[in-house]
């Protein structure tokens, strides 16, 4: 243990990868892993942005509690599944994970303004305040929600709102948040995935993020059986937990360990596919593979055991963008390319933290162009984000060939 705290105490670690068979399609490019007990897997003196790293887990912790504890009762209790004016479905859980982390993260850093998807306008439209209140109680997600008001809760959502504060030109520090992302991911099954994310933001540059995803299944079936035994307590359970430190790299926990308590936890790379048609993709489920560039060189299949030889293998991830930054942090899949869509904006938390978990595990996110993804476009409320093209998320080792092929489709 003390050998490996010493190699971690490097900000900078590189993968030990190895390809089995020679990296045959149906066997992916395998990663030796470390793994460490602690609070924090990196000593917490010369991480510049621990204090608020540990804060944000403890808070995502609870987020995913209570979205786990809405989700159990959400088809036996009217009203916890709305739908907003653009149709997409939202749950009760989404207002209440907003108001229990922008109320965590206002007592403990009461200076930095919060950007999050959502505004309470909807909750006073439908009258709907005291139904978030109560999820708040019910799940003990808050240390002070026996005592909250209604007020406290609508002030608490709105502070990340779209007026809550106006950033200008200069570099500006805030946090970013997806109380959900993939909430149709939440309304389905257990399979589905949806994950709360959350980034800080300090003079314009991404530093730490937090995913927690309640429905993550490990895949055991590619780790070696000692790999295997020597993470047992980090592998075993549902829902994981990724977090990054801008030069301390991506690690992932088991979600449900306690938070105070010491964690297993698992360094996280980035896979080693080095050829466009043996690697893994994610799209968005509301974009084809037809309407993206790589289309006109490779057909696709979603069928992992009968991939030809001009065929990419795209893994059906649902729902939403975060779940699919997770898969290429992990590993388990090498590209996720969005296509950027007429009259519809991308919107900052979408992105954002699983753009620091990618970089730190090793990969690439840029736009089609490959230019990095500028946080700050939209100057006055660092909502939106103007990705030229759409969005390139890879393993690093595809990044310009994809850019390449992109570029010769473009000028087709």
């Known amino acids: 243990m003390a050998l490996v705290m010493d190699i971690l105490r490097s900000s900078h670690i590189s993968a030990v990868r190895f390809l089995d068979g020679g990296g045959t399609r149906t ?17 917490k003196q010369n ?65 930095i303004p919060l950007v999050a998807e959502e505004d309470s306008a909807f909750l006073r439209s439908r009258n ?23 007020d406290d809760v609508l002030k608490a959502i709105d502070r990340g709102g779209k ?26 099954d257990n399979k589905a995935l949806y994950v709360v994310g959350l980034a800080l933001v300090v003079e314009g540059e991404i530093v730490i993020g937090i995913m927690g995803c309640p ?13 295997t035994e020597e993470g047992r307590e980090a592998l075993s359970g549902s829902g994981i937990m990724m977090i990054a430190h801008k030069g301390y790299g991506t690690w992932t926990k088991r979600l449900n360990s306690k938070p105070k308590s010491s964690a297993v936890w698992t360094r996280c790379f980035v896979d080693a596919f080095n050829m466009v048609h043996k690697a893994r993709f994610c799209i968005p489920e509301s974009q084809t593979w037809e309407s993206l560039p790589l289309s006109s060189t490779f057909n696709a299949t ?4 009968d991939v030809g030889s001009s065929q990419i293998l795209i893994l059906a991830t649902c729902c939403g ?15 996720f390319i969005q296509r950027e869509k007429q009259k519809t904006t991308i919107k900052a938390w979408d992105h954002a933290v699983g753009m620091i978990c990618i ?10 162009e490959g230019i990095e993804i500028d946080l700050a476009a939209d100057q006055p409320s660092r909502r939106i984000i103007f990705p030229s093209g759409g969005i390139l998320a890879t393993n690093g080792n595809l990044h310009n060939q994809i850019l390449q092929i992109i570029s010769q489709t473009s000028r087709v």
């Open 215 to 227: 429905n993550w299944q490990e895949d055991l079936s590619e780790k070696s059986s000692a790999e």
């Open 128 to 150: 709907l305040v005291d139904t978030v209140l109560d999820a708040l109680v019910t799940a003990e997600a808050s240390s002070t929600s026996k005592t909250l008001t209604q």
């Open 47 to 111: 991480a510049k942005y621990h204090k608020e790293l540990e804060a944000a887990i403890d808070v995502v912790q609870n987020a995913c509690r209570l979205c786990v504890q809405v989700k159990s009762s959400l088809f036996s209790t009217d009203g916890k599944v709305l739908e907003k004016n653009d149709q997409t479905p939202v749950t009760v859980a989404d207002f209440g994970v907003q108001a229990l982390i922008s109320l965590e993260l206002s007592k403990l850093f009461p200076s």
């Open 321 to 335: 963008s975060l779940c699919k930054y997770l898969m290429v942090a992990s590993g388990r899949a090498s590209v």
């Open 27 to 43: 066997r992916s490019c395998k990663i030796r892993r470390f793994n460490v007990r602690s609070n924090l897997p990196f000593p």
């Open 302 to 305: 979603s069928n992992a055991n």
């Open 163 to 188: 007026d809550a504060f106006v950033f200008g030109s200069k570099p500006a520090t805030y946090w970013v948040l997806d109380p959900i992302d993939g909430t149709r991911g939440f309304l389905k």
């Open 359 to 368: 970089h730190e595990a090793g990969g690439k996110v840029t736009d089609w």
